[in-house]
């Protein structure tokens, strides 16, 4: 799904900011009245009513990174549930598929 163009939010906003109610900016310009709150309260807040970014999650592992990267130059050969069962040693859960997709995103394989 794409995000709806910033012409279109900035034409709502507008509206809204000529004294058009939220409801009836909504429904001229054929978006959810939710939406266009959302679109209102943004611009409010920041200035802005640009779309906010899609997707690329966050790992909690690239807070460990480092120590990832360590355990692997010190022993290349560790297995991905050898480096689960170090990282638990350090208090961190994690899972064999959260370690390989740290790893694939930096192009490291073994």
């Known amino acids: 799904m794409k995000p ?9 906003v507008e509206a809204v900011a000529a004294g058009t109610s ?5 429904e001229r310009f054929a978006v959810s ?9 943004r611009w409010q807040q920041s200035g802005s009513v640009a779309a906010k970014p899609i997707g690329g999650s966050r790992s909690r592992l690239e807070d460990h990174g480092e120590l990832l990267l360590a355990l692997v ?6 297995t991905l549930d050898e480096l689960c069962e170090a990282l638990r040693g ?9 370690v390989w997709r740290f790893f694939d995103r930096r192009g490291i394989s073994f």
């Open 90 to 98: 350090s208090a961190i859960t994690t899972s064999r598929s959260a």
């Open 73 to 78: 130059a010190a022993q290349p050969d560790l």
């Open 33 to 41: 009245v939710s939406t266009a709150i959302k679109w209102l309260q």
């Open 22 to 26: 939220g409801r009836a900016a909504a």
């Open 4 to 12: 709806y163009s910033g012409d279109l939010r900035e034409r709502v």
